[in-house]
Nanobody, 115 residues
Framework: VQLVESGGGSVQPGGSLRLSCAAS????????VRWYRQAPGKEREWVAV????????YYAESVQGRFTISRDNAKNMVYLEMNNLKPEDTAVYYC?????????WGQGTQVTVSS
């Protein structure tokens, strides 16, 4: 069982990044997927969620209108498109797959927004 995030990096304010989360070893299309992030010295916070079919999404207020979560169940992938990035978006971003009585976490990918 694996969730592997990728796509992080360093960008200037106003820039964009696309994070990817690759799933393997479980019935990915049955799991709700969330992105979380954790900034240095802060608690992990929820960023976005997508339902199993990809038809319903919700976002934290801090990223609403700038981030877009999507999934491709045929490829066992979830994405987080991040636009108009701000320094306060700097964090390690984690992918989480959840179903009743079961969940998996990725190892995280670093996003740094700085001029």
């Amino acid at each position: 069982v694996q969730l592997v995030e990728s796509g992080g990096g360093s960008v200037q304010p106003g820039g964009s990044l696309r994070l990817s989360c690759a799933a393997s070893g479980f019935a990915f299309d049955s799991y709700i997927v969330r992105w979380y992030r954790q900034a240095p010295g802060k608690e992990r916070e929820w960023v976005a969620v997508i339902n199993t079919g990809g038809s319903t999404t919700y976002y934290a207020e801090s990223v609403q209108g700038r981030f877009t979560i999507s999934r491709d169940n045929a490829k066992n992938m979830v994405y987080l498109e991040m636009n108009n990035l701000k320094p306060e978006d700097t964090a390690v971003y984690y992918c989480n797959a959840w179903i009743t009585r079961d969940e998996y976490w990725g190892q995280g990918t670093q996003v740094t927004v700085s001029s």
